[in-house]
């Protein structure tokens, strides 16, 4: 089956940094990567996704890119803002099942 | 639009009892996924409902758990007897095409 890794576990960066969060996937069979914020006592909620035909997807201040041949995808955001800081998880889907990383703890420092 | 809801929020249990766990998905998604969170680990999935027919299983963890989705709306998640080890936070997805899921509030079981 699928097995989906997630680094780092935990991040902080300065308010205005860039942060990245890096996941891979062994699955060749996986062709769409969606990533998800959860705040405290909230519900995950979607904020990007990318499917395999497509190399990198940009909204606003949030980028993800998607390298096949490697496998692995990963979460760009740049000027981050107090308001960014959550747990980001990473998913990866043949279309059935999603495959979740194990959680990034984000903590935008002001 | 409503989102996907869940009930009960938290619950409490005692080992042993019976805990049935609600999920009302978005209205006309046939796909109804349920994930389980334990301890700060990844999200692991749990099973997958097209409409009312389970599509995938792989995931329950053992025969004290039955889902249902009769009538392929809102499904029930039942953990008969519960064990310390099924405490956790619940998700429950639905989605209209295999992608894009939306999430619940989660349930927050805690098992004593």
């Known amino acids: 089956g699928e097995n989906v890794e997630q680094h780092p576990s935990t991040l902080s960066v300065q308010e205005g940094d860039s942060a990245v969060i890096k996941c891979t996937y062994s699955?060749?069979?996986?062709?769409?990567f969606p990533w998800y914020k959860q705040e405290l006592g909230k519900r995950p909620q979607l904020i990007i996704d990318?499917?395999?035909?497509?190399g990198e997807k940009k909204d606003q201040r949030i980028a993800v890119t998607l390298n096949k041949t490697a496998k692995h995808f990963s979460l760009h955001i740049t000027e981050t803002q107090p308001e960014d800081s959550a747990v980001y998880f990473c998913a990866a889907s043949n279309g059935n099942q999603f495959y979740f990383g194990t959680g990034t703890s984000l903590t935008v420092i002001p | 639009e409503a989102g996907v809801t869940q009930f009960p929020s938290h619950s409490v249990i005692e080992k042993g009892q019976t805990v049935t766990l609600r999920c009302d998905p978005i209205s006309g998604h046939d796909n109804l996924y349920w994930y389980r969170r334990v301890m700060g680990k990844e999200i692991k999935f749990l099973l997958h409902f097209v409409k009312e027919s389970k599509q995938d299983e792989s995931g329950m963890p053992n025969n004290r758990f039955l889902a249902e989705r009769t009538g392929g709306t809102y499904s029930t998640l039942k953990v008969q007897p519960a064990e310390l080890e099924d405490s956790g936070v619940y998700f429950c997805?639905?989605?209209?095409?295999?992608?894009?899921?939306?999430f619940g509030q989660g349930t927050r079981l805690t098992v004593v």
């Open positions: 997805a639905s989605s209209q095409a295999r992608f894009k899921a939306f």
């Open positions: 990318i499917r395999s035909n497509v």
């Open positions: 699955d060749s069979a996986s062709n769409y």
